[in-house]
């Protein structure tokens, strides 16, 4: 089974500013909603900032506008549940932005200083389950959405990850800095967006991971876009969905895929992709299948060895 070494410790650069990501959160959700959007006049054609006002958002969500100022500055401390509710209402947050806000403005309290971050591990029965999976695409992704664990299939469609070091087994990095994943995903911008969602997601639970500041600010140093993206503040999570892969020796195959939350370690998933039966693409991963070994192993490598032309 690929996929077991231990991943390496990083340095320990800044954590994330937590009081900024909150101001930021805030800030770039009011400017998504315009007064007509939740029922407010709109009083005269200009306005100085896009979207709700802070008092609109404010009357909205049953707040001084003084406190919400003060919350949007990035000053959450002793907030209320039930303000951060209203505030989520009011904004119209989806049920993971509402779980970020939450996480940016009522930190878990660590008793406790952070211990350094142990390597990731898969269990056992987790790898013998995936190399179970006969004609199934399926990889375990831990913490900042590294690669742990995979089975052949998932090499013959994605790449041979194992001809990479462990410190690049990485989705995002995967995503923003091999060039042939833009020829792999038909997508790319979709699949480029929901890498960012995600990170952001796990930035709000884990602002001081030291691996994922790293992380962050090599991807905003070498890609332009990731920068733009990181900017929107989004967050979302991706459970399930379809993918369409134009892969150089299968051709075009459309996959869904179910990402499945490990209950013994909530930064694992379990990534499985499947093809509607009877279809080309079906047909596709039996080919794939077939080919076995060799088709993980084909040279899809860019000049720079930094990564193979598939990804999650």
């Known amino acids: 089974m690929e996929g077991m070494d231990d991943q390496p410790e990083a340095a320990s650069p800044e954590p994330l500013d937590r009081r900024a990501e909150l101001s930021e959160f805030l800030r770039t959700r009011r400017a998504k909603l315009q007064p007509q959007d ?49 505030i989520a209402r009011a904004l119209r947050l989806t049920d993971a ?51 742990l664990a995979w089975n052949p299939m998932a090499a013959a469609v994605f790449g041979d990850w194992g001809a990479l070091p462990p410190g690049e087994r990485n989705w995002a990095r995967l995503v923003f ?5 833009r020829d792999l995903f038909v997508n790319w911008d979709s699949k480029a967006s929901d890498m960012v969602s995600y990170l952001r997601l796990y930035a709000g639970c884990h602002p001081d991971d030291p691996e994922l500041s790293a992380l962050v600010g090599e991807l905003s140093v070498k890609s332009e876009e990731f920068r733009r ?52 693409s079906a047909e596709g991963l039996r080919l794939l299948a077939s080919w076995g070994a060799d088709a993980g192993r084909r040279d899809l490598f860019d000049d720079a060895g930094r990564g193979p032309a598939g990804g999650h």
């Open 38 to 86: 939740v029922g407010l006049p709109e009083f005269g054609r200009h306005r100085r900032v896009p979207g709700l006002r802070r008092e609109e958002l404010a009357q909205l969500a049953g707040v001084s506008v003084a406190y919400y100022t003060r919350l949007e500055q990035g000053n959450g401390r002793n907030v209320s549940v039930e303000v951060l509710d209203a």
């Open 97 to 147: 932005e509402h779980a970020h806000l939450t996480h940016l403005a009522r930190p878990a309290r660590h008793k406790k200083k952070r211990r350094p971050a142990r390597a990731q591990r898969v269990r056992t029965g987790l790898l013998y389950l995936l190399e179970s999976m006969e004609g199934i695409p399926a990889y375990v992704t831990g913490a900042r959405s590294d690669i």
């Open 177 to 181: 800095l091999s060039p042939a994943y």
């Open 229 to 280: 993206l990181w900017a929107t503040h989004n967050v979302k999570e991706k459970g399930h969905g379809t993918k369409l892969v134009r892969h150089p020796l299968a051709g075009d195959l459309t996959l869904s895929y179910e990402t499945l939350n490990l209950p013994d370690d909530e930064e694992q998933h379990l990534v499985t992709y499947h093809a509607e039966p009877g279809s080309a």
